[in-house]
């Protein structure tokens, strides 16, 4: 069975009441993780039910400046069979409303939980479809704002396509009776009910229906509203447009997404040429990057990382000769050291406050001219004043490294042989045997270090690579 499998097993034998309350006709994309589980808990089994998420590996992410609701919590599965990841949205309450703010704590999770029903295909409790009907009616209501409303009294139904959806499928799993004594039970007003078993049993829900709707559900939830309906929508519009600002000024730490309570991390694959550091560390990173505040950075010397200003200087290096070709070159690689330095603290940065820094090599100090060492270590003492100053501020900022160092670093190992038919423009297989030895010695001593064979096929070194990194999230 699949750790989702085995975490429901777990969860229906030890007695934890919970409930998947919402979009339960697309279950099935849940246990692909094509979408996100929807739990509500019985708030009296939270210490079990956490217990449980642990013992299945289970890690907990949170968002720290958008997305944050009382009495929601954010879980991650990771399917080591498969290398999914399983987001798991954890209410001990039924936070719901106004995008980004979730303006109301409906009163009726006990009810939902009375009344779940076991799906016996996949072993998850489920919510009633004549219970969600009503509470998709509800959530239709207290998430549109101001201008939705307003556009329902001028004729259009300001209702998201993919709600309209659920509720057209809603309307087929649905029983009249069962829907009226629902009705019943989580409103009061007699008007209320009847406008309700007018929607499903026309099977209908017009723009001019929906006005009435929201005007009753609204007094009839008073007592489930946060703060008044001004101060909501002013806290929604504000968030809303604070993360608009956040994405056009381009933040060096915006941390838009969840991130691990107990910090972050700077993972740092590294390799000769053809060992698919490259590769593997952009797909961590977009693996990574659909759930968890995470970034991807390329930390070689190489072009693909040049400012405006290095551009030219690597062009007029390319094309010199003697001397000043020398001195380009030496220009050339400070720029590239000064440029390093700059990338590694602004990741240092981005870790310390929460985030995943995943990188494509990574600068070392011990073995100077190969394996990402510094270039200009031989003209520190040169007879020629301008490679020595370039050497010694290649020297000044590398001296980075000493401070800053992965919390993880993943070593591809693979022969001289498969890095040559890799990489065929190389014919000296001297060359990558001496890298190869060379990156056997080099030293991570503050880094956890696991070495991974680059020889097997690229998905199943994928899906180990994901395995050691959660590991050590």
Known sequence: ????????????????????????????????????????????????????????????????????????????????????????????????GLELYKDYILPWAELILNSRILDGARGCYISDPNLEILLLLARMVIKTPFRGSFRARLGALPVPDGMMMEFRDLLGRTERPKVEAFARRMFRGAGTHALLLQIVDEKDLTARRFVALSARMRAELRAARRCAPMRAHFRSSHLKLKRLLDRQARLEYPMRKKIDGTGGLIIAFVGIDGSGKSTLSRQVQRWLGKKIESRHAYLGSGAEADSRRMRPVRRLARGGKGPFR???????????????????????????????????????????????????????????????????????????????????????????????????????????EQKIAGLAQILFDRSIVVDVDGEQPLEQVLLEVKRIVWNHL
């Not at 979009?23 to 589980?37: I, K, Q, Y």
């Not at 590239?336 to 590694?344: E, F, N, P, S, W």
């Not at 401070?403 to 190992?413: A, F, S």
């Open 1 to 96: 069975m699949s750790i989702i499998e085995n975490l429901l097993v777990q969860l229906n034998e030890s007695g934890v009441r919970y409930v998947h309350f919402k979009s339960n006709a697309h279950l099935d994309d849940n246990f692909t993780g094509a979408s996100d589980f929807d739990l509500l808990v019985d708030r009296r089994d939270a210490g079990a039910f956490r217990q449980a998420l642990l013992a299945h590996g289970l890690k907990q992410f949170e968002p720290t400046r958008y997305g944050v609701y009382p009495g929601v919590e954010n879980w991650l599965a990771f399917d080591a069979d498969e290398g999914v990841l399983h987001h798991f949205h954890v209410h001990f309450q039924l936070a719901s």
């Open 326 to 432: 020398n001195a380009l070159h030496g220009m050339l690689y400070a720029m590239v050291a000064a440029r390093l330095a700059r990338t590694i603290l602004r990741l240092n940065r981005y870790r310390l406050n929460g985030g995943i820094a995943v990188t494509d090599r990574f600068p070392q100090v011990q073995r100077p001219g190969v394996n990402d060492g510094p270039k200009l270590a031989g003209y520190l003492s040169s007879r020629n004043p301008l490679m020595r100053r370039w050497a010694g501020v290649e020297s000044a900022r590398y001296a980075i490294v000493q401070d800053v160092q992965p919390g993880l670093v993943i070593r591809m190992n693979i022969s001289a042989q498969t890095s040559m038919q890799r990489h065929p423009e190389q014919t000296n297989i001297q060359v990558y």
